[in-house]
């Protein structure tokens, strides 16, 4: 398996990224068919993965509003994928 060379050095910040998912898809199914609870998952989960975004990029020193915008479209896209399929 290749692994890319930008996560071989920060592992740390996309295991943290892969624990983020991963509660996020524990708690949706834990949440049961209580649709008012698992959109407030998918609104957090997408919250997170905005916030892990902008400061991976700050870290990174290539932090700008392009990217920003980018990552807000993505989150965004999430919630109306996952809110208007599944509730």
């Known amino acids: 398996m290749i692994i890319p060379k930008e996560i071989k050095q920060k592992p740390l910040e996309y295991i943290f990224l892969g624990f983020i998912f991963l509660v996020g898809l524990i708690l949706y199914f834990f ?13 957090g989960l997408s919250a997170s993965y905005f916030f892990w975004s902008l400061i991976h990029h700050y870290k990174r020193g290539d932090l700008h509003l392009s990217i920003v915008i980018e990552y807000l479209i993505i ?4 919630i109306a994928l996952l809110t208007f399929s599944f509730f």
Request: proline share 0%; charged share 5%; aromatic share 18%.
């Open 31 to 43: 949440a049961g068919f209580n649709s008012h609870n698992q959109r407030l998952i998918v609104y």
């Open 75 to 78: 989150a965004l896209f999430g």
